[in-house]
């Protein structure tokens, strides 16, 4: 059983950074591929930035240069930096775990990030 707990949302001006926490419990982080999602009002949910097990990233085009996704193996957690935040991130950001072998894709209880003009 994977508990995914996130932290860090909140609200800021644009131009403002935050960082988002995910730590997660149980078995299998070092070897699962971890991520970030979110769901704008109205939108559907969306990948914002991945990372591999062997710590590939990739993002979204419209967090390229701004965010900034991180594994901690250790201490099992997977953090997003976000900086130049604009008004269109505003959204509930979820971490995601997932282990294909383990067929496990566990998700987290989200976060709300609100962007103000």
């Known amino acids: 059983q994977v508990r995914l707990v996130e932290s860090g949302g909140g609200l800021v001006q644009a131009g403002g950074s935050l960082r988002l926490s995910c730590r997660a419990s149980g078995s299998f982080f070092s070897t699962s591929n971890l991520g970030w999602y979110r769901r704008a009002p109205g939108k559907e949910r969306e990948m914002v930035a991945v990372?591999?097990?062997?710590?590939?990233?990739n993002y979204a085009d419209s967090v390229k240069g701004r965010f900034a996704i991180a594994r901690e193996n250790a201490g099992g957690t997977v953090t997003l930096q976000m900086n130049s935040l604009k008004p269109e991130d505003t959204a509930v950001y979820y971490c995601n775990l997932q282990h294909t072998l383990r067929k496990i894709d566990a998700w987290g209880q989200g976060t709300q990030v609100t962007v103000s003009s």
């Open positions: 990372v591999t097990s062997g710590g590939v990233t």
